[in-house]
């Protein structure tokens, strides 16, 4: 089954105590992306890359990094989260091309709180 | 950063009941999805237009593109519970793969 997953799906932890939320997708995807959704402000996203190796930054980046190291995988760490990083984390991936018109499969989320 | 606008927000509506959510751009896109989600889970989508004025139906929903391929708007024809989610609606850009998320519409469609 096609598919995107994350874990954890939900994490508590507290501040600066650097996490890791691991991103993975079957599909062979090139582009890969992160989000936060919080109440009002929509998906905004944090990070994306274009295939392995190939990373650039989103609309809201600061705090967070990521690394491309496998075309499956795409991490997304805190390094010292604090509580303003509280939110629910969506994954993504989606074929690159012309035929592709951006669509995106998202994982299940992963909610954190960072008390 | 190009931006999408949603209306209504919010919308509770009995079963049976027609409605439509718009969205809007002063944008072009060369692309407009919508999603659909669920509490719990990602957003699944749900169509995708790319020709100005193109009208898609998916049973009881029709999307439609602008001509200017700014906006686009979601009629949902005999609303029933099943349809309850937030709806998000995400224009492509010209260039490259980024998407643009309009922040949702809540549909509760009440039994």
């Known amino acids: 089954e096609a598919q995107v997953t994350q874990n954890p799906r939900y994490l508590i932890t507290v501040t600066g105590k650097k996490l890791t939320v691991t991103c993975s997708q079957n599909m062979n995807h090139e582009y890969m992306s992160w989000y936060r959704q919080d109440p009002g402000l929509g998906l905004r996203q944090i990070y994306y890359s274009m295939n392995v190796e190939v990373t650039d930054k989103g609309d809201v980046p600061e705090g967070y990094k990521v690394s491309r190291k496998e075309k499956r995988n795409f991490p997304l760490i805190l390094e010292s989260p604090s509580p303003n990083q509280t939110s629910l984390y969506f994954c993504?991936?989606?074929?690159?091309?012309?035929?592709?018109?951006?669509?995106?499969?998202f994982g299940p989320g992963t909610r954190l709180t960072v008390l | 950063t190009q931006l999408l606008e949603q209306s209504p927000q919010f919308l509770s509506i009995q079963e049976g009941e027609n409605l439509t959510v718009y969205c809007n751009s002063s944008s072009v896109f060369s692309s407009l999805q919508w999603y659909r989600q669920e509490p719990g889970e990602g957003p699944v989508l749900l169509v995708t237009v790319v020709t100005g004025g193109e009208v898609k139906k998916l049973k009881r929903l029709t999307f439609q593109f602008g001509d200017a391929r700014k906006d686009s708007s979601l009629h949902i024809t005999a609303a029933q519970p099943g349809d309850t989610g937030l709806y998000l609606c995400a224009g492509g850009e010209t260039s490259g793969s980024r998407l643009t998320f309009g922040e949702g519409t809540q549909l509760t469609v009440n039994p």
């Open positions: 993504a991936s989606q074929r690159t091309g012309i035929s592709s018109y951006n669509e995106q499969f």
